[in-house]
C-alpha cells in the first residue's frame, strides 16, 4: 500500500494568514492526490482533486500543487470558517489510502 | 443536489453482524461507482469497500474482506454493507462515498453524513 505522510499534525494560524499543508507520498502518485475538509462533528469535504483542480464551490483562496512524491494545501488569507481537519488521500493506486490528517485552530 | 444519507449504525456485540444503508438522490445513481470509509473516534480516514456502477466488481480492504459484503439496489438507489464477524477494531463512523470516475481517476467527490457503529459487549 501507498503510506501517504502529512505535515504539520496540528496548526495554529491567525485570520488573514496564508498556511500550507504537505502531503508525502511513499511513491510516486502521478498527481492522483485529493485534499478534503472535515469540520467538527462533520464528514469530509473534497476541496481538490488530481493534485490542483479546484472542486465545484470550493472558494478559490484554497489550493493545490505538487508533483512526484510531494504535495501541498495553501489556504490564502484564513478565515474562522476553515478551522477543520484537513487530509490528503492518493488515488492512484488500490487501495485508496489518506494522510494521518492536520488540524488547523485559529491562534 | 447530491445527498447520501445511511442509516442501520449503532451498537453491536463483537462477532455479531450489522446491516449499513445509504439512499443515495440527486444522481443518477447506476452512473457511478460507490463505496464505504470509515473512521475510528479521533482518528483518520481509512477506505473500506467499492463496488461498480452495476454491482459487477468489489473491492475491499484486507481487513474486512470474508466479513463484509457490499451491495447495492440500483432500482432504490440504495448502497448496502453487510458487516459479519464484527470486532471490535471494527468501531468507528462509516461514511457512504460516491466513487467518482473522471476517466483518469477515481476519487470521493461526495460523502453522506456518516453512520456511527460501536462493537462491544
Known amino acids: 500500500d501507498i503510506q501517504m505522510t502529512q505535515s504539520p499534525a496540528s496548526l495554529s494560524a491567525s485570520l488573514g494568514e496564508t498556511v500550507t499543508i504537505e502531503c508525502r507520498a511513499s511513491?510516486?502518485?502521478?498527481?492522483?492526490l485529493a485534499w478534503y475538509q472535515q469540520k467538527p462533528g462533520k464528514s469530509p469535504q473534497l476541496l481538490i482533486y488530481?493534485?490542483?483542480s479546484l472542486h465545484t464551490g470550493v472558494p478559490s483562496r484554497f489550493s493545490g500543487s505538487g508533483s512526484g512524491t510531494q504535495y501541498s494545501l495553501k489556504i490564502n488569507s484564513l478565515q474562522s470558517e476553515d478551522v477543520a481537519s484537513y487530509f490528503c488521500q492518493q488515488y492512484y493506486n488500490y487501495p485508496p489510502t489518506f494522510g494521518g490528517g492536520t488540524k488547523l485552530e485559529l491562534k | 443536489e447530491v445527498q447520501l444519507v445511511e442509516s442501520g449504525g449503532g451498537l453491536v456485540q463483537p462477532g455479531r453482524s450489522m446491516k449499513l444503508s445509504c439512499a443515495a438522490s440527486?444522481?443518477?445513481?447506476?452512473?457511478?461507482?460507490m463505496a464505504w470509509v470509515c473512521q475510528a473516534p479521533k482518528k483518520g480516514l481509512e477506505w473500506v469497500a467499492t463496488?461498480?456502477?452495476?454491482?459487477?466488481?468489489?473491492y475491499y480492504r484486507d481487513s474486512v474482506k470474508g466479513r463484509f459484503t457490499i451491495s447495492r439496489d440500483n432500482a432504490k438507489s440504495t448502497l448496502y454493507l453487510q458487516m459479519d464477524s464484527l470486532r471490535s477494531e471494527d468501531t468507528a463512523t462509516y461514511y457512504c462515498a460516491r466513487h467518482y470516475y473522471d476517466g483518469t481517476y477515481y476519487y470521493f467527490d461526495y460523502w453522506g453524513q456518516g453512520v456511527m457503529v460501536t462493537v462491544s459487549s
Open positions: 511513491e510516486d502518485i502521478y498527481n492522483g
Open positions: 463496488i461498480s456502477y452495476d454491482g459487477s466488481s468489489t
Open positions: 488530481n493534485a490542483n
Open positions: 440527486g444522481f443518477t445513481f447506476n452512473n457511478y461507482d
